[in-house]
């Protein structure tokens, strides 16, 4: 069975830090890109981020660029998302998933919740 | 970047309604699109790829059509568990771009 965990969200003050984990099993991680989604309360679905099998290639929305950086660890099967200079308009559930070009693969995790309050 | 316009915002149908969703995007995107369906507090499940191929497991109620720049994504009989919200979701070029999405409520 295919899983994907998010882990790592919380509560934390405008201008700090989280790192979130997604970790994966059931299918062949190190195969797949992988996708970061966020979406804040009420509102819909924002592609945040997304990296190769290889992590030869990243790419990262407008609205993060600069600020966050995804990784992976293959050999761990993990995803992770590291978050700097956080602010309010971040607060949201993100999501891992698997990418949307890979045909009939469809993975998500059940997101993990980011609050940026003071 | 691409911008997809989701219609309507909002609809209320009744069980058994044939409903339709339509997406449009600010330029050509072959049939790099899904549709996803995703009710509260749940993650967005994937119900077509590729415009118009179901995905596995998806009922055969739900199609997709269209290529380049219009998309519609049809429910054929309206039912119970289909009351949700939906996005249409670009992968042409990045960053993917998803709609505004389109909340099916009960009438």
């Given at each position: 069975e295919?899983?994907?965990?998010?882990?790592?969200?919380?509560?934390?003050?405008?201008?700090?830090?989280?790192?979130?984990?997604?970790?994966?099993?059931?299918?062949?991680?190190?195969?797949?890109?992988?996708?970061?989604?966020r979406q804040a309360p009420g509102k819909g679905l924002e592609w945040v981020s997304s990296i190769s099998s290889s992590s030869s290639h990243i790419y990262y929305a407008d609205s993060v660029k600069g600020r966050f950086t995804v990784s992976r660890d293959n050999a761990k099967n993990s995803l992770y998302l590291q978050m700097n200079s956080l602010r309010a308009e971040d607060t949201g559930v993100y999501y891992c998933a698997s990418p949307p070009d890979y045909g009939d693969v469809d993975y998500w995790g059940q997101g993990t919740l980011v609050t940026v309050s003071s | 970047d691409i911008q997809m316009t989701q219609s309507p915002s909002s609809l209320s149908a009744s069980v058994g309604d044939r409903v339709t969703i339509t997406c449009r995007a600010s330029q050509g995107i072959r049939d790099?699109?899904?549709?996803?369906?995703?009710?509260?507090?749940?993650?967005?499940?994937?119900?077509?790829?590729?415009?118009?191929?179901l995905q596995s497991g998806v009922p055969s109620r739900f199609s997709g059509s269209g290529s380049g720049t219009e998309f519609t994504l049809t429910i054929s009989s309206l039912q119970p568990e289909d009351f949700a919200t939906y996005y249409c979701l670009q992968h042409k070029s990045y960053p993917p771009t998803f709609g505004g999405g389109t909340k099916v409520e009960i009438k």
């Open positions: 295919v899983q994907l965990v998010e882990s790592g969200g919380g509560l934390v003050k405008p201008g700090g830090s989280l790192r979130l984990s997604c970790a994966a099993s059931g299918f062949s991680f190190s195969r797949y890109s992988m996708t970061w989604v | 790099d699109l899904g549709w996803y369906q995703q009710k509260p507090g749940k993650a967005p499940k994937r119900l077509i790829y590729g415009a118009s191929t």
